[in-house]
């Protein structure tokens, strides 16, 4: 498989998170790759995935951190080139600097996306 950037098409889910599938699904078992972008400053609140995520910064920085309120004082930053892990079933955040963020994620499925209550 080869793809250019300009055929990765994006489709916003929630405000300001835009994504695709670039292999794989998230409903199959099996190796899956997500690529996602950030706008400028944009969120994903607390939340956890069943499998453990490596995650690849493309391009901008990337805030994250783990628990389950954002607390902006622990964030780690990744900038482009950076990688990090999450493993499956931890409650994770992250957001997008001022100029927002590409990054790939891989895990393997099924997964899902499951927001956590603060403070739960």
Request: aromatic fraction near 10%; proline fraction near 6%.
């Amino acid at each position: 498989m080869e793809l250019t950037g300009e055929a990765i098409v994006l489709k916003e889910g929630k405000a300001g998170v835009f994504s695709t599938q670039i292999v794989g699904s998230l409903q199959e078992s099996g190796v899956y790759v997500t690529r996602v972008r950030l706008a400028p400053n944009a969120k994903n609140d607390p939340h956890f995935h069943p499998d453990g995520r490596f995650t690849t910064v493309i391009a901008g920085t990337i805030y994250y951190g783990r628990g389950n309120v954002v607390d902006t004082e622990l964030a780690h930053v990744f900038h482009a080139g950076d990688v990090y892990y999450t493993p499956a079933e931890t409650a994770h955040w992250l957001y997008a600097g001022a100029d927002g963020a590409v990054y790939d994620e891989v895990g393997f499925g099924p997964s899902s996306a499951t927001p956590v209550a603060p403070n739960k």
